[in-house]
């Protein structure tokens, strides 16, 4: 009987239970809005540098279009007809294709004066005059070069002597 009746009281007071249990969920609770709490001044701080930075740029971007309408607009179009002529210039004057890219990459038509730039450009034409009186890669004799080995194989003997020169 005995055991009824701390049955009977346990389900009596089940706020004692029940208490027992509270605290831990309180404690539990309180912490878990101390991290909500540090999360969202967290967030609330990198808002605050975004609202900064945002403002420091739209100020930068003022600055600029001011600068922008005050500055004079330079006309592209006038540069590249003046590149035109200038090298339509050079090339009266006798200069190739890759001689007044040089000449422009170095400063224009007033580079011709400078003695580096002519060296360069002497050296570029000597290696073209090179390039050019090099042999075609051929070794061949000029009876060769006239005539295939089929055809000197049917002359006869005194047409092969007229074609080979004698020492």
């Known amino acids: 009987m005995t055991d009824e ?43 605050d540098e975004y609202k900064k930075f945002a403002d420091r ?15 004079p607009k330079i006309k592209e179009s006038s540069s590249d007809q003046e590149d035109r002529f200038a090298r339509l210039e050079l090339k009266t004057d006798g200069y190739k294709g890759g001689e007044i890219d040089f000449i422009m990459r170095n400063g224009g038509p007033s580079a011709v004066n400078d003695p580096l730039v002519k060296a360069a450009i002497e050296s570029l034409r000597k290696a073209e005059k090179s390039k050019d009186a090099t042999p075609s890669g051929t070794n061949k004799s000029p009876v060769y070069q006239k005539f295939t080995e089929r055809d000197l194989k049917k002359m006869s003997l005194e047409e092969l002597e007229k074609i080979v020169p004698q020492e």
């Open 5 to 47: 009746v701390n049955e009977l009281q346990d389900t009596l007071n089940p706020d004692e239970v029940v208490s027992d249990q509270e605290p831990e969920l309180e404690t539990a609770d309180s912490e878990a809005e101390g991290a909500d709490i540090e999360a969202l001044q967290a967030k609330a701080e990198k808002a």
């Open 57 to 71: 740029t739209a100020a930068e971007n003022k600055e600029l279009k001011k600068q922008l309408k005050t500055e």
